[in-house]
């Protein structure tokens, strides 16, 4: 039996005619899909690289020679390693001193900042109050001015109280955050008002709200800020450069300076200086990073 006769019985009989068995899928959409993965496999890897290249060149040059740091070409591979520039280092320069002070300016600046910036933010998203939304938009519009702005008034409000050449005056400057309120206040956002409410109806006050029901669902929001702050307070040079002249008193930014001299520079020590500064931040980084994607990621229902 044909196709024309099973056309003309189901024309005879009334019956529409059958529809056509699906085709199965083809193998040219699954080669299109899988050469799709791997072009974007492959970008994302020469991006990385890209990503990753200075820091190679840091790496690899903090095992050179002063006068192999800047050989054109670049030599990936150094003639001669020098693998005692990392024991050198810190006898040349008090590197241990300058890491403990870059750690308790960040871990001191880090704590007040999620302190400070976590409670403000419960206050602009579950308090009602007049005026909240146009104070929190004034506060969050500071972000916009630039810190050249008001750097001068801030440090001729710093020696007139005599706090120049202190870590106070660096605490006190970034102490309070308006990035830090905006971040926390929008993860606040997320948490339904009922959680709060239901609090205050079984007699929580905001204090307890915020310590006992708000903290707890925002870890990863908390983690984010805290990542956020203490990589840019243990990275900030202009800060300590302006207020801190004691030499006991510098961070390890403002100590690898020391390896620049009038005529020239230490180009290798300040490689390998910079190779340990980064290591703080890279072991918190990989320890946190999870509570961070989270935070950028999810919601604050658990």
């Known amino acids: 039996m044909n196709t024309t006769t099973l056309r003309k019985d189901s024309t005879e009989t009334g019956a529409p005619p059958a529809a056509p068995a ?61 693998w005692q520039n990392f024991t050198e280092i810190w006898t040349d320069i008090p590197l241990l001193t300058y890491l403990g002070n870059s750690l308790f300016l960040s871990v001191t600046i880090t704590v007040l900042q999620v302190l400070t910036g976590s409670f403000a933010a419960y206050g602009f998203a579950k308090m009602q109050f007049p005026g909240r939304d146009a104070l929190f938009l004034g506060y969050i519009a500071t972000i916009a001015v630039p810190w050249q702005a008001y750097m001068v008034p801030q440090y001729i409000m710093m020696e007139k109280i005599g706090l120049v050449n202190t870590h106070l005056s660096l605490i006190l400057l970034q102490a309070f955050g308006a990035f830090g309120v905006f971040l926390m206040r929008q993860f606040y956002m997320t948490i339904p008002d009922e959680i709060s409410e239901a609090a205050r109806l079984d007699g929580l006050s905001e204090y307890g709200i915020w310590a006992r029901m708000i903290l707890p669902l925002s870890k ?6 805290a990542l956020l702050t203490f990589v840019n307070t243990w990275n900030d040079y202009m800060g300590p450069f302006i207020y801190l002249t004691d030499n006991d008193l510098w961070t390890v930014q403002l100590g690898l300076r020391q390896f620049v001299g009038m005529y020239d ?14 290591l703080p931040i890279l072991v918190i980084f990989l320890l946190g990073q999870r509570y961070f994607v989270q935070g950028i990621a999810t919601s604050g229902i658990k």
């Open 265 to 278: 520079a230490r180009y290798a020590m300040i490689m390998t200086g910079s190779v340990l500064s980064v």
């Open 220 to 225: 990863p929001a908390l983690a984010s800020l």
């Open 22 to 82: 699906p085709a199965p899928p083809g193998r040219r959409g699954e080669l299109g899909t899988t050469v799709g993965r791997v072009l974007l496999y492959a970008g994302l890897i020469v991006l990385a690289a890209a990503i990753l290249l200075p820091f190679g060149w840091m790496l690899i040059s903090s095992v050179k020679t002063d006068n192999a740091v800047f050989t054109v070409p670049i030599q990936w591979i150094p003639e001669e390693f020098r």
